[in-house]
T-cell receptor, first 111, second 116 residues
């Protein structure tokens, strides 16, 4: 119940395309869903986050879509660029709880 | 603003040896986390400190891992004795907020441990 399942494990997208990464959770007590971006040799950095009272949040080319009834959320990267090539982690947390990460998606954007 | 500092960046040891990692969080951040990231996996929380008190150490293998945060600032994570399966990147993170569901965690670049 504490897991966050992420797919796909790896993703190759052409420059200008849309990258989509999906996550699913079981614990309905989770109330905070961030996405972190990690470049090789660096620590993860917060990209965008959402709470379950909204169905979508957009920041620039990055959008989180949230489906509370299905217990799923996804990251969409519009107009993907080679500089977006990184590993992306979804995560979930609740009040008083730890931040639990998905397994990660390695994104490669081809020029 | 200086980020989270960690050292050493890389460490190679033989199994059954000991190793220690150091973390200096962002100034003013009361909450400090140590995560273990095994290659190809997401980070897993080992221990969370609030100032110098432990909030969560439920996934810390206490027979070999120990951590402390003296004076509520710097922290050290120690492994003794190390096993092959401890090969991973050890990430330190800090946050202004009391709980992980209220704001951003700031991560350091990590300490990569290889156990031979």
């Amino acid at each position: 119940q504490q897991q966050v399942k992420q797919s796909p494990q790896s993703l190759i997208v052409q420059k200008g395309g849309i990258s989509i990464i999906n996550c699913a959770y079981e614990n309905t007590a989770f109330d905070y869903f961030p996405w972190y971006q990690q470049f090789p040799g660096k620590g993860p950095a917060l990209l965008i986050a959402i709470r379950p009272d909204v169905s979508e949040k957009k920041e620039g080319r990055f959008t989180i879509s949230f489906n509370k009834s299905a217990k799923q959320f996804s990251l969409h990267i519009m107009d993907s660029q080679p500089g977006d090539s990184a590993t992306y982690f979804c995560a979930a947390s609740m009040a008083g709880g730890k931040l639990i990460f998905g397994q990660g998606t390695e994104l490669s954007v081809k020029p | 603003e200086a980020g989270v500092a960690q050292s050493p960046r890389y460490k190679i040891i033989e199994k059954r040896q000991s190793v220690a990692f150091w973390c200096n969080p962002i100034s003013g951040h009361a909450t400090l986390y140590w995560y273990q990231q095994i290659l190809g996996q997401g980070p897993k929380l080992l221990i969370q400190f609030q100032n110098n008190g432990v909030v969560d150490d439920s996934q810390l293998p206490k027979d070999r891992f120990s951590a402390e945060r003296l004076k509520g600032v710097d922290s050290t994570l120690k492994i003794q004795p190390a096993k092959l399966e401890d090969s991973a990147v050890y990430l330190c993170a800090s946050s202004l907020h009391w709980t992980a569901n209220t704001g951003e965690l700031f991560f350091g670049e990590g300490s990569r441990l290889t156990v031979l």
